[in-house]
């Protein structure tokens, strides 16, 4: 399998979007797909003893679907989101407190020229595309929070079509007619924290996802110093070409860093 389509877009990062919250970030999947603003507390107090962790910080995790209740898409999500953040939080710095983290998806990707229109974020639609968003925006809203963290990470959305091209942040059209869907999250030392998939698909072709979708978190990160994207060991920098998610949390950070310098400054004058 060598064709691979890239995303022709970046996805969209600004940290610090709410101002009641210890922390908080807005992030929009590439194509102006998902977008999920991430408010976060921490340390706060444990509402009930019964979670209360002696050793570690107890993380809960909360996903507020963009029409209607949350059901179970929603908490599965929560979940895989939960145990990923114990992955790299470290939570032993704050043992018996909580960090809490509230997503709420503000809009999803949607087709009006198809008949009736396709929209993603549905609950007989994939929970993919909403994992991936509101992992990231999980990550961002905790680094604008000062969360202790061992790395920092991010995730990415692979779709194999029908045809057997690779498809990185595949649209909600593309979705419908993709045979297979998997997300992956890397650290930026390239650990994978998350694997989750669905569809059917051979063992190869979910091995080269994983490439594709290492490429397009590690960006920059991963390249070598002849600009080609090393992954595994082999140059395939026809997989993927653009910011890889790492590199848009990089840039959002700076962002965050820039304005408070110029509002301290401010303040001083």
């Known amino acids: ?9 970046s996805p969209k990062a600004i940290l610090h979007t709410l101002v009641n919250a210890d922390g908080s970030a807005t992030y929009t999947a590439a194509n102006n797909g998902c977008q999920i603003i991430a408010g976060v507390n921490y340390p706060v107090e444990v509402p009930y003893r019964s979670d209360e962790i002696p050793e570690s910080t107890f993380i809960q995790v909360n996903l507020r679907p963009h029409n209607g209740v949350g059901m179970v898409k929603e908490r599965h999500v929560e979940e895989l989101i939960m145990r990923t953040l114990q992955t790299v939080v470290l939570g032993d710095e704050t043992p018996r407190t909580m960090l809490q983290i509230t997503l709420q998806v503000v809009s999803v990707e949607s087709d009006e020229s198809l008949p009736g229109g396709v929209k993603g974020g549905g609950q007989g639609e994939t929970y993919l595309d909403v994992l991936t968003s ?10 604008d929070a000062g969360v202790q963290m061992k790395a920092v990470a991010g995730a990415a959305l692979v779709g194999i079509s029908q ?3 690779l498809i990185a942040g595949p649209s909600v059209v593309q ?5 297979s869907l998997h997300v992956f999250a890397f650290t930026s030392d390239g650990k994978t924290v998350l694997m989750e998939s669905e569809g059917k698909c051979s063992v190869g072709d979910w091995k080269q996802a994983q490439q594709v979708a290492r490429s397009a978190v ?16 082999t140059n395939t920098s ?4 653009g910011l890889g998610v790492l590199d848009v949390i990089r840039k959002a950070l700076e962002a965050r860093v820039i304005k408070d310098g110029g509002q301290r ?5």
């Open 1 to 9: 399998m060598s064709n691979t389509m890239a995303m022709t877009e």
């Open 134 to 143: 509101a992992l990231n925006a999980s990550i961002l809203g905790c680094l």
């Open 163 to 165: 045809d057997g091209r």
């Open 175 to 179: 979705r419908k007619k993709c045979t």
């Open 218 to 233: 590690l960006g920059t990160v991963n390249k070598q110093h002849n600009g080609d994207v090393a992954m595994n060991g």
């Open 238 to 241: 026809s997989e993927y070409s």
């Open 265 to 269: 400054h401010e303040s001083q004058d």
